[in-house]
């Protein structure tokens, strides 16, 4: 099987970078430069009409949308664990993943560029403090959460942890003030002592090398 994990620097496709990862299955990365419109070209949109990444293509088929990939991939390589499998627990992972998807990562949007989502002279800094307050109300819930476990779904690492990752490190890159969300700091480090977590940094670290 042949795996393609269409990626950006920064974006949200490390999620399934880290989670590929993680997997052990050999995958390749076709590299896709948010900040030079790579997402929108004709060749882009005709495999990803969305104009997002990531995308993943499995033998050619694409599929799109983090929580479907993060699935998928767990669905296929089920000796790695990474997604729970005991119906609650996995309707509450994908909960949390649905949150991440819907509840934080379209606000985090909003506060990094607030003229795409409200171009009324005047209003940016007001969209962005508004999308600010809804990370915040939505990290007050995950960091409580997370109080007294290790991982997003209890002792055993999975892929909700990824993307809970990558939206609080979205958070810390927009300047957001973390510091009332110990638990989930927490939880940031210790995803950063993480083998997978280190080769997703620093994959990301040399692809924004070569971007410059
Ligand atoms: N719902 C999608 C969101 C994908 C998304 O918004 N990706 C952003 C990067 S974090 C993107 O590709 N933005 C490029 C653009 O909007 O032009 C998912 O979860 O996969």
């Known amino acids: 099987m042949k795996l393609t994990l269409y990626y950006a620097p920064i974006a949200c496709s490390l999620v399934p970078l880290i989670t590929l990862n993680e997997s052990g299955a050999p995958f390749d990365v076709h590299t896709v430069l948010l900040a030079k419109g790579q997402q929108k070209t004709p060749e882009y949109l005709k495999l990803n009409p969305k104009g997002k990444v990531p995308a993943l293509a499995i033998d050619g088929d694409v599929l799109t949308e983090n929580v479907a990939i993060l699935s998928w991939i767990a669905g296929q390589f089920p000796e790695r664990h990474l997604l729970p499998t005991e119906p609650r627990a996995a309707a509450k992972a994908l909960s949390m993943m649905a949150f991440c998807a819907s509840g934080i990562h379209p606000h985090l949007g909003r506060a990094n560029a607030p003229l795409r989502f409200c171009d009324h002279p005047g209003s940016e800094d007001a969209t962005r403090r508004l999308a ?9 819930v995950v960091n409580d959460q997370l109080v007294g476990q290790t991982w997003a779904c209890g002792s055993q690492w999975s892929a909700v942890d990824a993307y809970l990752f990558w939206v609080w490190r979205r958070a810390g890159q ?32 040399e692809t924004l090398a070569k971007a410059a």
């Open 132 to 140: 600010i307050d809804e990370v915040l109300k939505a990290f007050a």
């Open 174 to 205: 927009l300047k957001i003030d973390l510091s009332a969300f110990p638990a989930l700091n927490a939880h940031g480090a210790r995803m950063g002592e993480r083998d997978s977590v280190k080769k997703a940094l620093a994959f990301e670290a």
